[in-house]
């Protein structure tokens, strides 16, 4: 993105100065990007398509190296009037009193729904809409992109109107103007350091300030870089990207940022604000294409209760859906609905049966799949769920792009220790997919883990420091790294160990007698078989010579009996603690919380041999 935002001086064209079933009609109006759904008629429909088909050209013409189009499908409810859009608004807008919404934008993991009051009649009634799509088209660029620079562009293009044959955009804001004028602006070294915690970005004054004058300083930059043929934002987002300080970066870009704040307050005081205007005239919009229907009384109850769920109007969403689901049993789509209203409500079983049936019904969402594996992964017994597997690949089938599955099915693989190299290559592409995620390095990591490479593990986790976005993210990360190397000190302790009792295999000695060597009664099984996994405390824990552990796990339920005939190659693994003088299992086990994982044996008396214990304090 070296470029991209700041092409705007170098491609601008111009310079000038209570939810219930409905019995009412919804229809669909999909393109490629866009679906709306209006109660109104297909004309208003088609236009609001048109409109934002037009902001993605835009944006697309503006930004050529960007992906334009997020992974969440963009659904758009274009409500004919103040009565539907209220049965969908958030309840917080509804109390008396409120600010009366034109429109409100509302990501989620799934889909992206933007809520639209058609009858709206003031001036940019859509400036929400397009603030948060601006938000969202600079998404990938969150690592680096400072937050008056977010916030600067987003308000530039919120008063973005969309007119038949092209598009103006950087319109000034007379509110924010004035309320610069009334008040104290922040000094530039001061706004370029803020952040999310800052209370310039939380008080509302000094938010007001902070957003008006990033509006305010992006558009002074982008309107005299175009006039003087200067290209200092692009300079600055260059630095940025590199991750220098962002007061250092404005000084390297800006010049002196005492001269350029007197500059800034010159242009707010001015009477004479310039625009960008580009012509749509060229943007390949075929409403051809376009695919409309008519949607039935299940569908759009279905869909305005997926919407209700979302904004959390619970008790509206499921008077919805239970009409549709008495209406059609086996509709795939209201389970999975009724699955995220029952996870939002903090009910994973009930929310995992709802997924499951969802999932039986041959749902063709990738939630749908993805939240009942990841649910089931919780459960006794996940190791053996084939199902789990064959979701996650389902849900990556149905959408490539969804970085979550693929670092689930690794995690998955990790936890069974099969397929490593796959699992190692799947979080990989979840990280290529989501460069910005903390969570998919650590599982990375954990991968490495298992299969041993502590190097690699501890270097993963090492260059995603820049990632920690809080103290304790930073805490996290270094408690990681010191239980990796504590944990490959123990087994490299166990190698030397194996090896000083192989070089005199015939020759055991304790305390300076001979010792005879008894074979162990229980037989040595491959650690490759199936996994069972059993978690509780464990108990009766006793050592033979020369490596041979036995012990219960004991849970409410039951408890599972387990050995292993050399300790040394049991994986293990601290959950949440450290401890520097390292593990001795034999006198270390003994009532610790654990998870462990066992194979079958052919020895019938016990429940299995163990392969890998996790310790938990």
């Not at 500059?263 to 919009?285: D, H, K, N, T, W």
């Not at 019904?361 to 190791?383: I, N, R, T, V, W």
């Not at 409410?556 to 292993?564: E, F, T």
Request: proline share 5%.
């Amino acid at each position: 993105m070296l470029k991209r935002l700041a092409c705007l001086s170098a491609l601008v064209l111009t310079l000038c100065t209570s939810a219930v079933a409905s019995p009412e009609q919804w229809i669909e109006v999909r393109s490629a990007h866009f679906t709306v759904l209006s109660n109104s008629n297909e004309k208003q429909a088609r236009r609001i398509l048109d409109q934002f088909e037009r902001m993605r050209w835009m944006f697309q013409t503006l930004f050529p190296k960007s992906n334009v189009d997020p992974i969440q499908p963009i659904v758009i409810f274009a409500a004919k009037d103040q009565q539907t859009f209220a049965a969908l608004e958030p309840p917080a807008y509804l109390a008396k009193g409120q600010l009366k919404l034109a429109g409100y934008f509302l990501p989620t993991m799934d889909k992206i729904f933007v809520l639209l009051r058609l009858d709206a009649n003031y001036d940019h009634p859509f400036a929400t809409i397009y603030h948060e799509y601006t938000h969202l088209q600079l998404r990938t660029d969150g690592e680096w992109i400072p937050l008056w620079l977010n916030e600067g562009l987003a308000e530039f293009f919120q008063n973005t109107e969309i007119r038949n044959k092209d598009v103006l955009l950087g319109e000034p804001s007379l509110d924010d103007i004035l309320y610069l004028r009334q008040h104290q602006i922040i000094p530039l070294d001061v706004l370029f350091k803020v952040d999310a915690a800052s209370p310039y970005y939380h008080e509302e004054q000094k938010g007001s300030v902070f957003y008006s004058e990033s509006w305010a300083l992006t558009h002074y930059l982008e309107v005299t870089d175009r006039e003087k043929n200067t290209h200092r934002m692009r300079d600055y987002m260059a630095l940025m990207s590199q991750h220098q300080d962002s007061v250092t970066a404005a000084e390297t870009a800006f010049g002196d940022l005492k001269m350029l704040q007197k500059e800034l307050q010159a242009y707010i005081r001015a009477g004479r604000y310039m625009q960008f205007v580009i012509s749509s005239a060229a943007a390949p919009i075929d409403e051809s294409t376009c695919k409309v229907r008519s949607l039935t009384q299940t569908e759009s109850d279905t869909d305005r209760a997926e919407v209700l769920v979302s904004i959390q109007r619970m008790a509206d969403a499921k008077a919805l859906l239970a009409s549709v689901l008495k209406a059609d049993p086996n509709n795939a789509k209201a389970h999975e609905t009724m699955g995220f209203l029952e996870l939002q409500a903090g009910h994973r079983d009930a929310a995992q049966q709802w997924f499951e049936q969802a999932v039986k019904l041959d749902s063709q969402s990738y939630l749908a799949h993805y939240y009942f594996a990841a649910l089931s992964m919780g459960q006794p017994g996940a190791e053996q769920n084939k199902q789990i597997e064959t979701s996650l690949r389902t849900a990556i089938q149905l959408n490539p792009r969804f970085a979550r599955a693929y670092d689930q099915l690794a995690t998955f693989y990790a936890m069974k220790h099969e397929n490593l190299q796959e699992a190692h290559m799947l979080n990989l592409q979840a990280i290529q997919l989501d460069p910005g995620n903390l969570g998919y390095r650590m599982n990375l990591a954990n991968v490495s883990l298992v299969m041993g490479q502590y190097p690699n593990a501890v270097a993963v986790l090492q260059s995603s420091a820049n990632l920690a976005k809080t103290p304790e993210q930073e805490a996290m990360i270094q408690s990681r790294i010191a239980e990796i190397q504590q944990i490959q000190q123990v087994q490299m302790a166990r190698a030397q160990a194996s090896a000083a009792a192989a070089a005199q295999p015939n020759v055991p000695t304790m305390h300076g007698m001979v010792v005879v060597e008894t074979p162990p009664k229980h037989p040595t099984m491959p650690s490759t078989g199936p996994r069972h996994a059993a978690v509780g405390v464990i108990r009766g824990v006793t050592c033979s010579y020369p490596s041979v552990i036995e012990f219960r796990v004991e849970s409410p339920q039951k408890a599972i009996s387990v050995y292993n005939n050399d300790y040394f190659k049991v994986d293990l693994t601290l959950l949440g603690f450290t401890q520097e003088e390292g593990i001795d299992p034999c006198k270390d086990f003994e009532g610790m919380k654990a998870r462990v994982q066992y194979v079958d044996s052919a020895d019938k008396t016990v429940d299995g041999q163990a392969v890998a214990v996790e310790l938990r304090k």
